[in-house]
């Protein structure tokens, strides 16, 4: 069964693949900054600004997940080692889909992964979600010089839920900094 499933979604995306754009010729197209937050700029986190809020994860100092500040609601960044690292937009954490954060491409959070697979440039890979399969995917975009990336994220074979994008390491990881 789960093969006969996966048979069908893999068909559904090479057809949804054949209609997208032509590549990238290098991180044109790829959004690299944020309200002015370039990914790969020193970040220092701010202890006392309370318009800054970072998570509680293990090592904040090392990695963590950043939001507020001059970033506009639902979208949260990774900082790893004073850098940033990637932005980020979590369905569960956007705003109503009238005003809901942007991604590169023009991808959202909530859109058809049909859609999606439309807006991104040719040459993605598709692998199966980690936790959550089946049905889940990673959809996951390189640009031709190999420094940047994005990746979707789909739980249910029909809706992106999250977005993730900037340095590849830091694309590639599931849970938060792991």
């Avoid at 979208?75 to 004073?82: E, F, L, P, T």
């Avoid at 807006?119 to 959809?139: A, D, M, Q, T």
Wanted: proline fraction near 8%; aromatic fraction near 10%.
């Amino acid at each position: 069964m789960r093969f006969a499933a996966a048979c069908v979604v893999t068909f559904a995306l090479a057809a949804a693949t054949s209609s997208a754009r032509t590549p990238v010729a290098g991180p044109a197209g790829l959004t690299d900054s944020v309200s002015g937050l370039h990914i790969g700029d020193p970040f220092p986190i701010p202890p006392d600004d309370p318009r800054w809020r970072m998570e509680n994860w293990p090592d904040p100092m090392s990695c963590t997940q950043v939001f507020g500040g001059s970033l506009p609601e639902g979208i949260y960044m990774m900082v790893r080692d004073g850098r940033i690292a990637r932005f980020e937009i979590v369905s569960s954490l956007a705003v109503v889909p009238t005003s809901a954060p942007s991604a590169p491409f023009g991808l959202r959070t909530g859109m058809s992964m049909a859609e999606a697979m439309v807006r991104l440039p040719s040459g993605v890979i598709i692998e199966e979600h980690k936790y959550n399969w089946p049905g889940g995917y990673y959809v996951t975009w390189y640009d031709v010089l190999r420094r940047r990336a994005i990746r979707i994220q789909v739980a249910d074979s029909r809706f992106v839920d999250v977005i993730l994008w900037g340095d590849i390491d830091a694309v590639r990881l599931a849970e938060g900094c792991v």
